[in-house]
Nanobody, 114 residues
């Protein structure tokens, strides 16, 4: 069973930055698509950013130009979040997918507030 562990969340002021990490229990290159989702209080989980195993990235419109999804050459995916806004407050989840299977991390809370 693949295990994903997020880290890096916390409290940050508006305009600040955070970098989230998602560490997998096996090589990230064994997955077809890696993604970050978020779920704000009282709202449905939404897709934030994706990266294919070829490195193609896509972003939800509200985070374009502020968030960057990336990976290392081993087992970790990242989400660099800059110019954070209060509306970015949510639990952030990583999701890795390959044929017939998808895996979720436990989530990490990001709170953007003064």
């Amino acid at each position: 069973q693949v295990q994903l562990v997020e880290s890096g969340g916390g409290l940050v002021q508006p305009g600040g930055s955070l970098r989230l990490s998602c560490a997998a229990s096996e090589s990230i290159f064994s997955f077809n698509v890696m993604a970050w989702y978020r779920q704000a209080p009282g709202k449905e989980r939404e897709l934030v950013a994706t990266m294919t195993n070829r490195g193609t990235t896509n972003y939800e419109d509200s985070v374009k130009g502020r968030f960057t999804i990336s990976r290392d050459n081993g087992k970790t995916m990242y989400l660099q979040m800059n110019s954070l806004k209060p509306e970015d407050t949510a639990v952030y989840y990583c999701n890795f997918r390959r044929m017939y299977s998808g895996f979720w991390g436990q989530g990490t809370l990001v709170t953007v507030s003064t």
